[in-house]
């Protein structure tokens, strides 16, 4: 079998859309091969070590997080992949940790937020995007925590998601009251919790 062949069959197989560099190399395919498919526009160079198939139906979510790896979907975002918003995101929101710089997130339709390592790993979890792929997030009882910090998010959103949670069955009050404790929102949590519950 040919690089052409192999080429065309990590296409095919490809479920995200997406192929990496470390996928190609895995199949010997050389560098020449690859310039033609980008060439002849099967692909396209996404970002560093990545190749979206021009084929394939685009996963937002999912390449983003590709690109970016250290980005966790987070706030207005994280509510509407839980389910606790209707209103799909025009910008993506991304926590990442302090101190991380990537350039190139500027051209993108993402709004970004930098927090302490501490509370940049409290509460990922990984769940499947709209386009079926794997995606991490922070989980709801982090998210609810996280739009009630800052000014950032829609106090319609917040007041939704919040009656929403309170209403739930699967609400952790022990796991929320440890988040508002640790991202200091333990008041404002309070104060939705007496009025809803």
Known sequence: MDGFDKMEILISK????????????????????????????EVSKYGRGL??????????????????????????????????????????TMTFPKGYNAPSIKQENVKLIRVIPDNYESGIIEVQSPSNNPIRIYNLERTLCDILRGKGSDIQIV???????????????????????????????????????
Not at 15 to 30: D, V
């Open 14 to 41: 490809s479920t995200s859309g997406i192929i990496s560099t470390q996928e190609i190399l895995a199949e010997n395919i050389s560098r020449d091969i690859l310039s033609k498919f980008i060439d002849n526009g």
């Open 51 to 92: 190749y979206t198939i021009n084929s394939a139906w685009e996963d937002d979510f999912f390449s983003l997080q590709q690109k970016y790896s250290k980005g966790i979907y987070s706030h207005d975002t994280a509510l509407y992949l839980l389910g606790y918003s209707d209103r799909t995101p025009s910008i993506y």
């Open 159 to 197: 007041n939704a998601a919040m009656k929403k949670y309170a209403a739930s069955k699967n609400k952790n009050i022990n796991q929320l009251m440890k988040y508002a404790e640790q991202l200091k929102v333990k008041d404002k949590v309070l104060r939705y919790m007496e009025v809803l519950l």
